[in-house]
């Protein structure tokens, strides 16, 4: 595809539902609708709040419920949506956040919206605070619909999954038959992306590490400096706790069933009945978050590397400078 | 409606009758209506009080009745104290039965230890109506129970009755005068019972009862894989994926507990 005819083919993907792209707001980027290619910014390095906020709603209903009849009716709407220009370490979450939600029991809320979605890639370069190719997330192999590699003056696109496919079929005018000249460059330039990583952490063996390193002072230093304002879960494109509330309306027999997202670095997620609280402070909670993310979740780590928790976080905590800390190399 | 398919939607269920177990403690029997719970010792379900909230709770009856449900409840929270208040007749939502269950079949031909503190026998009550109905399957059963007051004692005519088939051993760490019986932590009437290398041991209580526990019955020689201890969390969804019952190992409670072995998990982790 030409560099060119991307504006049109953005406007094409209208078919396929509501278009979603980066956008610069103010002084960071954000997934926003667009409906020209013109408004997205497409060489940004992250958006804040990471593409989750598609799939799991900061704030939702699940279901209405009517005491006197004992009937639960679940609430479910959503249209279809393109997001279009997501980052490979995005699309690696959300594959994880899949491996949870669309396991045996599948989240029916999760799984529509993510039926109803059509993922575009699209290439980037790496600034100073990712990691992602130290966690193995830095090139897409699958997981999109489709995967868009900017070259000089033209894309070198990848199909992903059949949804993909089809759409490559249905504007097949947009697109040309890759030549050798085009694998060439395209080598070249992956070849380039992959030395323009500065920041790097080693990860074998990192969750038992940092099962050793349980008592460890590192710990106690950096909970000092943290707030304690859970920044660092918004942003996580893998971070998915939430909480639930029942809203009752002022019969007080009828009402609805909220969930949020929620906050492991806040003081209410380990507390229990009798005011018991497994991580009653930041030590134990700020301790909880990184052997949460460190921890393995079939083959792939819960962290993806996009630098979101560094770059947000507002007491300037390293994510990878705690990491290092922990394994003594600093 | 379309339950299968939406895990988060509670099924109807009936309170059929209350019993009051001691001074903060009720047991709750449930009637599910048109639906059942097959579920295993050890597995809990989550109890929706409409408009009130929701929350986890072992099965605290028989497996072999899947048609109706017992929860014991101490009022502690928001929705154990709202389910006080419950009369035969009202209407809640249960959902469930969720986490995994003992292993039962393991446990057989072997010796079996169960120690629970405080309204920690609750969690072991399926379990241990298991272990009574069919006690032929398995050698010598004990169930070591502690509590602090004698008031604080729940299932007595039950125990009494478990006591003719198990051998049953009450401590009480705060016991008034007049109490009769042994005193002290279970910790402390360890030595009573007879243990071997293969002995099986199932053990719920608080945190830091548990940990201890699990600590000295390593130190007798039982394996850790024969330990099993059952975690409770605040929990919301029960099925992996709120993450709010997780644990050290990135385990969560709800789908890869309640019921761990003490090899599975860091011991630490019982505590935090």
Known sequence: MTSESLDAFVNNLETYGKIYGP???????????????????????????????????????????????????????????????????????????????????????????????????????????CFCQSQGTNYAVDGFDLFLHELKDKFLVRIGSEKGNKIASENSKFFMDVESSDIQEFREAEGKREKEFTLKLAINGLTDMLALSYESDVWKEYADKCFGCGSCNLVCPTCRCYDVVDNVNMDLKSGERQRMLNSCMLKKHGLVYGGKNFRPTRVERLRNRFNCKGSLREDMMNCVGCGRCTVYCPSKIDYVEVLRRVRGEL | MSNELNPYLPRPANVTSVKNESLDTKTLRFRLINWTAPFQAGQFVQLLLPGVGEAPFCIAS?????????????????????????????????????????????????????????????????????LVENRGKFKDVTLLYGARFPEDLVYRDEIRRWSEKIKVIITLSKATPDWAGLRGRVTDHLNEVELNPSTVAAVCGSPAVMTSIADELVNKGLKKENIYVSLERHMKCGIGKCARCLIMGGLLVCKDGPVFRASEIDIRAIGE
């Open chain 2, 62 to 130: 028989s497996q072999s009745d899947p048609k109706h449900l017992e929860l014991t409840i101490m009022r502690r929270g928001i929705v154990t104290t709202a389910s006080q208040y419950l009369r035969p007749g009202d209407a809640v939502g249960i959902r469930g039965p969720l986490g995994k269950p003992f292993p039962v079949s393991a446990f057989e031909g072997k010796d079996v230890l169960v120690v629970a503190t405080g309204i920690g026998i609750a969690a072991l009550k399926s379990l241990i109506l298991y």
């Open chain 1, 23 to 129: 956008v610069k707001t103010g002084e960071s980027c954000s997934f926003q609708e667009i409906s020209q290619s013109k408004e997205m910014a497409l060489n940004y390095s992250r958006t804040m709040i990471p593409p989750k906020k598609f799939f799991l709603k900061l704030k939702e209903r699940m279901f209405i419920f009517d005491e006197r009849e004992c009937e639960y009716e679940e609430t479910l709407e959503d249209g279809k949506i393109v997001v279009f220009g997501i980052h490979p370490c995005d699309i690696y979450a959300l594959k994880l956040m899949d491996k949870i939600y669309l396991d045996k029991n599948p989240d029916k809320y999760y799984q529509m919206r993510r039926e109803n979605a059509t993922l575009i890639g699209y290439s980037c370069h790496p600034d100073e605070y």
